[in-house]
């Protein structure tokens, strides 16, 4: 069985920074494209960022490239999100999340697992 596990959020302040990771166990962590995802009160679950299977490919939102970054580690199968340059609407729950074998990585039905996520507040 493959479970994600988050960590890494908390409260900071607005231009602040955080790094976000990622926990795989269960499945092949190597053979998959990874994702993260986040999601806001009353709003739909958002995009922000993706990796291949190597780590040589990796695809932003508009929202959040230049500010984000992701990273992982095929080793420890792990993943990373470090988030600089916070601002307020940053604030949500962020999902790491396992894409399934083919599909357009920014859309969110094209993952199959997901972590449990963890809340990201950014005060102003």
């Known amino acids: 069985q493959v479970q994600l596990v988050e960590s890494g959020g908390g409260l900071v302040q607005a231009g602040g920074s955080l790094r976000l990771s990622c926990a795989a166990s269960?499945?092949?962590?190597?053979?998959?494209?990874m994702g993260w995802f986040r999601q806001a009160p009353g709003k739909e679950r958002e995009f922000l960022a993706a990796?291949?299977?190597?780590?040589?490919?990796?695809y932003y939102a508009g929202s959040v490239k230049g500010r984000f970054t992701i990273s992982r580690d095929n080793a420890k199968n792990t993943m990373a999100l470090q988030m600089s340059s916070l601002k307020p609407e940053d604030t949500a729950n962020y999902y790491c999340?396992?894409?399934?074998?083919?599909?357009?990585?920014?859309?969110?039905?094209?993952?199959?697992?997901w972590g449990q996520g963890t809340q990201v507040t950014v005060s102003s």
């Open positions: 999340a396992r894409a399934v074998v083919s599909g357009v990585l920014t859309d969110r039905r094209n993952y199959d697992y």
């Open positions: 269960g499945g092949t962590f190597s053979d998959y494209n």
């Open positions: 990796i291949n299977w190597n780590g040589r490919s990796t």
